[in-house]
């Protein structure tokens, strides 16, 4: 299958090039195995790449070089490549480690190479295998077609032919079974997670023997999140004061058929508990999976002294990366359906006796929560502000206030205006900086090391708009634009960004949550002393978030 003598120096050389542009540094710290399959796959990518623009060459019947002068181009091509490679793979080990100090990451002795090249080279073996499978299938074809139509019309056809199969059987059979299987794995694991919580003890909680919603379809997410959290008597040790037990309602995906219909039972569940008589009611979006941050939650519950209502409405199963491009408009929908429904009731309450209406959401879950919160629709009757953690750089909103920062401000962190109504804050700024605020008050936590935030499609061919500025702290100033290779790098940071130390990546925490909210939701004699205990009190970090008692 695979013709040994068409295997192409010069397609070698150019993949050469791609993999040692991959071993630049990117937002995330790579290890030797990651490194390897990156390198490997935009190996092949180089290669591919010289075998497209090689039959485009000889499609359009233009001379090649031959003979000496070809030979002698190629050696000093290939020497050039594979001393560039030389070169940036030893220098590998300094960049990362560079990247992971500004990081607090444990440095790494040294590049084992061992690992990375057999990576490599076996993740370029497996795409040149698919590839040469695909090649002497178009040439199968090709041979067909010949015995009833001219050359040039057969290759054109073949693969067109080829390609739509590729294309049917990915996208209409491997690609369908994939998400649906996916999906029912993680419905499956939720009923049948055996560690899940049991149904609560005080019968006014949500899934509770008084609840109007059922236990069983709430789901892992959801009951962590309802028996998580500090109680009154938490927040009075915190505060020193008198609290109140926060309200959490929280309905899972199965406790209703639509949107809609999740969303109203989430509303009487409200009603039943006394939200709507509470200080701050906030409308929450979870993430793919349902999940809440802890890390965000509790420290606001602690702010305002237990006088808070949160809800929210479960989604999906999928996790987030998984939910944003296969069910994207499911948590759109939900997040409307939730937001319109609860904003329906608070209006009709009068304006001094209702509580203060904010909406949040981190992740795939300030995506949705931004789509829902329609400033339009809320001008007459506006909320009174929004915290979005980590948005997703599909978010049209939040590109739209991106793309109107002020001149010279930087696109990781941006100024808005004279910051009355919009701010940004992230590990190394909060956003207390700004004139007085408006009556509605927005803010943006998003780390400047967070690639769920800051990839950009585009850069296949342009260099994004945050590469064009100076380095952010936690960044490599070794970093650098090249075509598609940035592309892979930046795709793969999304899929390192869990994982990142927290206060970058993708990973945040409560420390990080505690100055935005303030800001928001503005808590009622709250002091920059308490602040500081509250940050010290929430020093588990962002998976445990505040509730150390």
């Known amino acids: 299958m695979i013709r040994w003598k068409e295997i192409s120096l010069a397609g070698l050389v150019l993949g050469l090039l791609f993999f040692a542009a991959s071993l630049t ?279 305002h002294g237990g006088d808070i209502a949160t809800v929210a409405v479960q989604y999906s199963y999928l996790q987030s990366p998984l939910a944003l491009i296969l069910e994207t408009a499911t948590g759109l929908d939900q997040a409307t359906a939730l937001l319109e429904t609860v904003h329906r009731h608070w209006q009709t309450l009068p304006a001094g006796e209702r509580p203060r209406l904010y909406v949040h959401g981190l992740s795939l879950g300030a995506w949705s929560s931004m789509h829902a919160t329609n400033l339009f629709r809320l001008v007459n009757d506006p909320i009174d502000g929004a915290f979005w953690a980590g948005p997703p750089f599909p978010s049209a909103f939040w590109r739209y206030v991106q793309n109107a920062r002020n001149e010279g401000s930087p696109w990781v962190l941006p100024r808005i205006g004279d910051g009355s109504f919009i701010r940004y804050a992230n590990h190394f700024q909060d956003a207390s900086h700004g004139a007085a605020w408006s009556d509605m008050r927005i803010v943006f936590l998003q780390y400047s090391s967070d690639p769920i935030v800051f990839y950009d499609p585009f850069s296949v061919w342009r260099a994004p708009p945050w590469m064009r500025d100076p380095p952010a702290p936690d960044a490599s100033a070794h970093m650098i634009f090249m075509p598609i290779v940035t592309q892979f790098q930046l795709a793969l940071d999304m899929a390192l960004s869990f994982g990142a130390p927290a206060g970058h990546g993708h990973a945040y925490y409560a420390q990080d949550y505690i100055d935005p909210w303030i800001e928001v939701s503005a808590p009622a004699g709250w002091t920059s002393e308490d602040t500081e205990r509250l940050k010290a009190h929430c020093d588990l970090g962002f998976k445990n978030g505040c509730n150390n008692d």
Request: aromatic share 8%; proline share 7%; net charge negative.
């Open 25 to 303: 540094p990117s937002l995330i710290p790579r290890d030797a195995m990651v490194q390897g399959v990156l390198g490997g796959l935009v190996m092949a990518l180089g290669y591919l790449s010289w075998w497209v623009v090689r039959l485009i060459w000889r499609f359009a019947d233009m001379p090649e070089p031959s003979g000496a002068p070809k030979r002698w181009l190629l050696a000093l091509l290939a020497l050039g490549a594979l001393g560039l490679f030389l070169w940036t793979l030893f220098s590998n080990l300094t960049w990362q480690n560079d990247l992971r100090a500004k990081m607090g990451m444990p440095l790494a002795d040294g590049l084992d190479l061992i690992p990375l090249m057999l990576a490599a080279i076996l993740t370029f073996s497996l795409c040149f295998a698919v590839g040469a499978f695909l090649a002497w299938l178009v040439r199968l074809v090709r041979a067909r077609l010949l015995k009833v139509m001219p050359e040039r019309r057969a290759n054109v056809l073949a693969l067109a032919l080829v390609g739509l199969v590729l294309f049917v059987v990915t996208r209409d059979g491997v690609y369908d079974q994939v998400v649906t299987r996916l999906d029912s794995s993680y419905e499956t694991a939720q009923e049948l997670f055996d560690t899940a919580p049991p149904p609560p003890e005080n019968p006014d909680l949500t899934g509770g023997a008084n609840s109007l919603i059922d236990w069983g379809g709430v789901g892992t997410p959801g009951r962590n999140f309802v028996l998580g959290g500090p109680d009154a008597e938490a927040i009075s040790a915190f505060t020193g004061a008198p609290a109140l037990d926060p309200i959490r309602v929280y309905v899972g995906r199965a406790n209703g058929e639509t949107a809609e219909e999740r969303a109203e039972l989430a509303l009487a569940e409200l009603e039943r508990r006394g939200a709507f008589e509470r200080e701050v009611l906030v409308v929450a979006s979870p993430t793919g999976t349902g999940w809440l941050d802890p890390g965000s939650h509790d420290p606001l519950e602690y702010m």
